[in-house]
């Protein structure tokens, strides 16, 4: 198995792009100076959110600056000058019409005196593979499921829309969460078409949570919600310039997520800062009846993980790098070795460890699980979702019989490949499963352990590279998804800089149930580098 599936990058040869004019979201392009490369860089955003953050988000509230309903009304507008109009990122696959109602509703609460939390009154936007009960589709990108409508709320809908934030809308994805074709290109779904990277209009916005990762990095929405089954969180936010955190498995369930592996999967924070994200983090964590991965967070669960958060959280740490990310000559291996000096000056003890060489022979055992975990999952999803398909082999026959629309650049050999295998009682896949799932954390625990590690730190992924729809993704340079997610444990991503223009992230990686130690390191690392970089919206540099 190619390990990097889900967080391909990819490249387009040929296409060319503009400079555009935000409106009011942005500032007169016209007014721009050249780069260093000599691209053009427009002037800073002047949208009046830009960059904000739940906290300043909330003391506006608080102090009548502005409604959860102007908040709103602001992210809708932004959606439609420059992911509709403008750069047209395709990020946004439709808006909540329930939106400015709910927004109402929250103000008429605030106003009563009734706050339900550091959520009341946020817009966030959502993976178009997550249930929500409203007039808003769950489609996973595919037209095979265009026009349904989740008759009940996911689990974590259920949590959000307790917390007070505002389901805003729903994002684009890789169609099937990338687990559709080995050529696929990252971003693209056959309901949504190419999401667009926000730093360099052609180049690749990673995957499968493209669309989440695009939104919070373009300030389409105040927080996202992406899902992971490897690198599908981790990916798009680094390539995002995002904070992203990919949870330990069943910290969040994913009852009403329609799947790719029961073992692998699980939704995240993508979110502009760290805080944020812990915000986040906690308000959806939980046990889950319907989802029995979250009976094993029982003790597990922190009702505030913004309490881990200390500026001075590195001091005395002891962390492991990966070997293999500390060599060659590349851009994100300079970015790493400084992110390392900005942990040892924080007071850090920084090892070098061998991780990926023991992890990727279990790569081939990784995809016999999801391809026969997808199948069983998607079946049992459709069976009673009340969707247009009702298994998965509906949806290899819609694409086959609607191939112009369905599959115009890439095909569904995975899906295929799923169809033909038999059940989870299979031999091979009870084997594959210990190889994979029990190997990875057999690796990971031993390498925390002999090492006395508080963490794993290496290089998220590469830069990433111009989209490609007729070849599909390329992968150069490291990444570090696989690990913690074949293991099912936690892994956050934070912005370490830019290489050429795209942003690159700095991985964090612990054992079970640690993200609140993890959000301690990731925060300490965040306030003492500031790396996150809004991005600008740069056509291509042609030379």
């Not at 290089?459 to 989209?467: E, G, L, Q």
């Amino acid at each position: 198995m190619n390990r990097r599936i889900f967080l391909r990058n990819s490249s387009l040869a040929g296409l060319t792009l503009a400079t555009f004019s935000l409106d009011a979201c942005t500032a007169d392009p016209a007014s721009s100076a050249a780069t260093a490369d000599g691209s053009a860089a427009p002037a800073p955003d002047t949208f009046e959110l830009q960059e904000a953050t739940v906290a300043q988000l909330q003391d506006k509230m608080k102090s009548g600056q502005l409604t959860a309903r102007r908040i709103t009304e602001l992210y809708l507008a932004r959606i439609e000058a420059i992911d509709k109009a403008g750069p047209q990122l395709h990020a946004v696959l439709e808006t909540n019409p329930d939106a400015l109602k709910l927004a109402d509703q929250l103000d008429e609460e605030r106003k009563a005196g009734k706050l339900r939390g550091p959520l009341h009154g946020i817009p966030v936007l959502i993976k178009d593979n997550i249930d929500t009960a409203d007039q808003q589709q769950t489609t996973a990108g595919s037209l095979a499921l265009a026009g349904h409508k989740a008759q009940k709320d996911a689990f974590i809908v259920q949590k959000l829309r307790a917390a007070g934030a505002i389901v805003l809308g729903k994002t684009n994805l890789s169609e099937w969460a990338n687990f559709r074709s080995t050529r696929s290109t990252s971003g693209w779904s056959s309901r949504g078409h190419q999401t667009r990277n926000p730093y360099i209009l052609d180049r690749s916005p990673s995957g499968s949570s493209s669309g989440s990762g695009v939104a919070a990095a373009a300030n389409l929405c105040a927080l996202a919600i992406g899902t992971e089954t490897d690198g599908s969180i981790v990916s798009p936010a680094s390539c995002s310039g995002l904070v992203g955190i990919k949870p330990t498995v069943g910290l969040w369930s994913r009852s009403g997520i329609i799947p790719i592996s029961a073992t692998q999967d699980t939704a995240g924070p993508m979110t502009r800062t760290v805080r944020d994200a812990a915000v986040l983090l906690g308000a959806l964590a939980g046990d889950d009846a319907a989802d029995v991965a979250t009976q094993a967070s029982k003790g597990h669960v922190q009702p505030d993980y913004t309490t881990f958060l200390k500026a001075d959280g590195l001091r005395g740490r002891r962390l492991g790098v990966e070997k293999n990310h500390l060599t060659g000559n590349s851009d994100s291996v300079a970015l790493l070795q400084a992110a390392l000096a900005v942990l040892k000056a924080q007071g850090a003890t920084v090892v070098e460890v061998e991780v990926e060489k023991q992890i990727d022979p279990l790569g081939e055992a990784e995809y016999d699980v999801l391809l026969y975990e997808f199948k069983d999952g998607v079946n049992k999803y459709l069976a009673t979702a009340g969707a247009p398909v009702k298994t998965l082999a509906d949806v290899i026959r819609f694409n086959t019989e609607n191939k112009a629309k369905a599959m115009p650049f890439f095909q569904q050999e995975i899906l295929e490949a799923s169809e033909k295998l038999e059940g989870l009682s299979s031999p091979k896949y009870q084997a594959a499963l210990r190889k994979s799932n029990g190997g990875a954390r057999q690796v990971l625990d031993k390498v925390l352990a002999d090492n006395k590690l508080d963490a794993l730190v290496a290089i998220t992924n590469s830069p990433a590279t111009p989209i490609d729809l007729i070849n599909g993704d390329s992968w150069k340079g490291p990444g570090f998804s696989s690990p913690a997610a074949m293991a099912g444990y936690p892994h956050i991503t934070v912005p370490m800089g830019q290489a050429h223009g795209m942003p690159v992230g700095l991985s964090f990686v612990g054992g079970a149930w640690q993200e609140g130690p993890l959000l301690t390191l990731a925060y300490a690392y965040e306030q003492a580098s500031k790396k996150r970089a809004a991005p600008t919206f740069r056509a291509p540099f042609v030379g």
